[in-house]
């Protein structure tokens, strides 16, 4: 049996990767990942905004740098190499000791000098860069149409400028547009695609009368909806498509490979069940896999999506009479 797999270039020994969290920014963790067999691992986002946030803040406190902005802008390339050390220092110890394949993860809100430090984590010995753009989301009422789309392609197309890893951006699911966003990334240079990131989803306490937040990890309900858009994306573009959201055993692994992702990415799971949980969902892959006689992941990669017939079931928005006969 041979669960090995090619992603963003990237040799893995099986089509599993743990997205990210804060159970990736600890080397401990990822050991572990790396024992309990997966792919490769997805280090915690750095936020852009929040780095910036930090050293607004240091600045903020000392009167000087009013005085003094020259002083200020020299102060804060120097912050931002301090406050991001710790990150490159994760991505250094994580390749000295581990072999799995290290994805960083950035969070980039501009596509301004920031994306230099692309090449700092480069440096440090990253396999490839997520760039998570969650914090571009159509909530402005003046934004232009594609402002979005273009803003994310300039940021993806400025970081390839700089460095020589795969890039592989991590989408949200509001754009107006998805196969035509998901070419114009392919276009700036995009090695592939996570769909889709997950965010706190608002909720309202009916007797307290506000607003709560507390649902922060998946369902297994909720992978259809990358599940459509994996069907429907691996048809258009030729990028690789990472799969993530309600991903919580080999059913998800097995429905999302059919339909076409190149790797699946797990997170909640592992906050439900624990690391050791990686190798259930291998070996019951490979069971299922037995099963059915496949013996590489190739031989049942896109086989939903590559016969049109059921191609068009990925494209199909209303319900039809004679599903809904049956209710
Ligand atoms: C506690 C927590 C922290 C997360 N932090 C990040 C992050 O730093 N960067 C990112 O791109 N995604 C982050 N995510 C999103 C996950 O990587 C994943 O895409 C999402 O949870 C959906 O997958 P799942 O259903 O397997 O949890 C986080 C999720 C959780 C639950």
New binding site residues.
């Given amino acids: 049996m041979n669960l090995s797999t090619r992603y963003l270039g990237l040799n893995l020994q099986n089509p599993l990767v743990v997205?990210?969290?804060?159970l990736t920014n600890k080397i401990e963790n990822i050991r572990i990942c790396e024992e309990q067999g997966v792919g490769a691992v997805?280090l915690?986002?750095l936020f852009e905004e929040q780095i910036n946030d930090e050293i607004d803040a240091k600045l903020d406190q000392e009167d000087m740098y009013f005085w003094y902005p020259e002083a200020a802008d020299h102060i804060k390339n120097i912050s931002k190499e301090q406050v991001t050390q710790p990150y490159l220092k994760l991505i250094e110890k994580a390749k000295r000791e581990v072999s799995i394949p290290i994805i960083a993860?950035v969070?980039c809100f501009s596509a301004g000098d920031w994306v230099v430090f692309a090449k700092n984590i480069e440096s440090a010995g990253a396999d490839a860069l997520?760039l998570?753009v969650?914090t571009h989301l159509p909530y402005d009422e003046k934004m232009e149409e594609h402002h979005l789309e273009d803003t994310i392609a300039a940021i993806v197309a400025n970081i390839k400028s700089q460095v020589n890893i795969p890039v592989v951006v991590?989408l949200h699911p509001y754009f107006s547009n998805i196969i035509a966003t998901a070419k114009q990334l392919e276009r700036s240079g995009a090695n592939g695609l996570v769909l889709f990131?997950?965010f706190y989803r608002p909720d309202i306490d009916i007797e307290r009368l506000e607003v709560i937040s507390d649902n922060?990890?998946?369902t297994t309900k909720?992978m259809t909806h990358s599940l459509r858009w994996i069907g429907v994306l691996s048809r258009h573009v030729s990028c690789d498509l990472a799969a993530?959201?309600?991903?919580h055993g080999y059913e998800e692994v097995v429905k999302q490979l059919l339909a076409g992702a190149t790797v699946t990415?797990?997170?909640?799971?592992l906050?439900i069940k624990g690391l050791k949980h990686i190798s259930t969902i291998l070996n019951d892959l490979e069971t299922w896999m037995k099963t059915k006689e496949f013996t590489t992941i190739d031989d049942f990669k896109g086989l939903i999506t590559d016969n049109r017939l059921n191609s068009a079931n990925f494209e199909q928005i209303q319900f039809i009479e004679k599903n809904v006969r049956a209710l």
């Fill in positions: 997205s990210a969290s804060p997805v915690r986002s993860s969070n997520e998570n969650s991590k990131n997950r922060y990890l998946s909720e993530s959201t309600g991903i990415q797990i997170c909640s799971v906050y």
